[in-house]
């Protein structure tokens, strides 16, 4: 059965410190995003990937998260440093094709960070 | 830019029942898709429900079924003889050359 893999599936970090958020997509899948969720802002787009190329990274802080995909089985996204206001459930989600394809998305369980 | 729009944060049903979530959505595009997506407590997103904007008939998974109204941009969702496990947030999304864009959600409890 083939699922969108993240790890860890919990985090609780402290203020400051380095957190990074693992994800294997579907495999043959070349399309991978990055989403969080938080109660106050719902579900929001972090940045994407299309065959391991970053095409919209717009909805990330840049000044303390970069994702990045170093091959075609492993996306990551790395908080440098962590703040309370990074806590939230971040999901990362993988699709095959083109979006206006219309394929689905498929989603990880998410990643809970906690930063203290 | 697409957005999204649930009028419903919350909604509940006995079990049983059939239930209809709403979803609106602006979109100046023509061909476009979009989903349903359920949240129970794990936080894991499944995919309910899935609709071509361009196919008239209205998408149907068992107990799960859509009207689309284009015209009017609306999409909701109807699920019928509701159950415990049914329980969960349910998210409306649309998706267009660009990631899925979600609406805020609607939390759903089924009451036994």
């Known amino acids: 059965d083939a699922r969108v893999t993240q790890t860890p599936r919990h985090k609780v970090t402290e203020m400051g410190q380095e957190v990074t958020m693992r994800c294997q997509p579907i495999?043959?899948?070349?399309?991978v995003f990055w989403y969080r969720q938080t109660m106050m802002q719902g579900l929001e787009l972090l940045a994407y990937?299309?065959?391991?190329?970053?095409?919209?990274d717009s909805g990330m802080p840049k000044d303390r998260f970069s994702a990045e995909m170093p091959d075609a089985t492993l996306a990551t996204l790395k908080i440098q440093p962590s703040e309370p206001r990074d806590s939230a459930v971040y999901f990362c989600?993988?699709?095959?094709?083109?979006?206006?394809?219309?394929?689905?998305?498929?989603f990880g369980e998410g990643s809970w960070l906690t930063v203290v | 830019a697409q957005t999204v729009t649930q009028s419903q944060p919350e909604m509940s049903v006995q079990e049983a029942e059939t239930v209809t979530l709403s979803c609106t959505y602006d979109t100046s595009e023509n061909n476009y898709y979009l989903f349903w997506y359920k949240q129970p407590p794990s936080r894991q997103m499944i995919l309910v429900i899935r609709?071509?904007?361009?196919?008239?008939q209205n998408a149907t998974e068992n107990r799960f079924s859509v009207n689309f109204q284009k015209a009017a941009k609306s999409f909701s969702l109807k699920i019928s003889d509701s159950q415990l496990g049914d329980t969960a947030m349910y998210f409306c999304?649309?998706?267009?050359?660009?990631?899925?864009?979600f609406g805020k959600g609607t939390r759903l409890s089924v009451i036994a």
């Open positions: 609709q071509e904007a361009y196919k008239q």
């Open positions: 990937f299309r065959n391991r190329a970053p095409l919209d």
């Open positions: 495999l043959g899948h070349n399309t």
């Open positions: 999304a649309f998706m267009k050359l660009s990631p899925l864009v």
């Open positions: 989600a993988s699709g095959l094709g083109l979006l206006n394809s219309g394929n689905t998305i498929y």
